[in-house]
């Protein structure tokens, strides 16, 4: 091969290595820039405090903070004032990103109510109206537990009543009032919507239309069942002292009469058999004399005389 023709070799080659060089460097640092930018921060709205479920949002639970671009959650916004006004539909704790899978819809979208989001599937929101009393007074708020008490009267019994527990461990979703007319006036009854099954579902509906219902506030460590017997007003004055009452007078019965039995016949006696003959007793000796006793002036003298 003559020089020239080497040179021109050589300079191809040269060329071509130079160019898959440049093609690698590029692809590289094409990959270094965006690994880059997907850790760039990016502005995102988050929770500046915990937000509870059913809360509406306000200004100073949210800010804006940086979030790397390649993680930002889907739904959330990197606008402040359009979470606003927003109801949470779950728990939001702080820092976490807001997003509309945890915000109720906008008013006209499909599925905006509060409730259907907090009933867990398979279960019911079963409301019930209760007075002050049955309402623990008042201090019954959503996320307790309580038990269930009814108190009806007992079938084929009806003139006594029993009281029992018929569903625990019940979790309660809402507290609330409803306006009802007594006496032709509105009166406020409180409510109290409970998440159940749809069988323990029935049995509230049927319990509530057949007698009086209470609610038992339980602890939030205590969860375990019980063994509930149910009471009766017999079993809850057992063991009670009660007032002596006084024995009924016994009245004498009217006397019945006499009926006269028939006189037996009488049986003649078995002849006795003769005794063994007693030796008789001596006779006594004939008196030989008389004693004459003479008192005189309170002296009393005896005298004796002989028979001649």
């Given amino acids: 091969m003559t020089r020239p023709k080497a040179v021109i070799v050589v300079a191809i080659l040269a060329l071509v290595f130079a160019g898959i060089a440049a093609w690698l460097t590029f692809h590289y640092l094409q990959k270094e820039m965006d690994k880059t930018k997907a850790v760039q921060p990016q502005p995102l709205v988050v929770a500046a405090a915990d937000i509870t479920i059913g809360s509406a949002i306000s200004e100073a639970q949210l800010k804006v903070t940086s979030w790397p671009k390649d993680s930002i959650p889907a739904g959330s916004t990197a606008d402040l004032k359009s979470l606003v006004g927003r109801v949470a539909i779950r728990p939001i704790s702080s820092g976490d990103a807001v997003t509309e899978s945890k915000l109720k819809p906008k008013v006209g979208a499909a599925g905006t109510g509060f409730m259907t989001y907090i009933v867990p599937p398979g279960h019911r929101a079963t409301t019930v109206a209760v007075n002050e009393v049955a309402g623990v007074a008042g201090f019954i708020t959503p996320s307790d537990r309580v038990d269930i008490v009814l108190t009806t009267a007992i079938p084929g019994s009806p ?98 009469a006499v009926q006269k039995r028939p006189a037996r016949k009488k049986v003649a006696a078995a002849p006795k058999a003769p005794r063994a003959t007693e030796p008789k007793a001596p006779a006594p000796a004939p008196a030989k004399g008389h004693t004459v006793t003479v008192i005189d002036g309170g002296v009393r003298t005896t005298k004796e005389f002989v028979l001649q």
């Fill in 159 to 256: 003139n006594e009543n029993i009281s029992k527990i018929i569903l625990q461990n019940v979790p309660v979703l809402a507290t609330g009032q409803i306006t009802e007319q007594k006496e032709g006036k509105p009166v406020i009854v409180p409510t109290v919507t409970l998440d159940l099954t749809p069988d323990d579902s029935e049995k509230l509906v049927l319990a509530g239309s057949k007698g009086s219902l209470q609610l038992l506030l339980r602890n939030i460590a205590d969860s375990a069942p019980i063994d509930a017997r149910g009471a009766t007003i017999a079993r809850v004055l057992a063991g009670t002292p009660m007032q002596a009452t006084p024995a009924p007078v016994a009245v004498a019965a009217p006397a019945k």
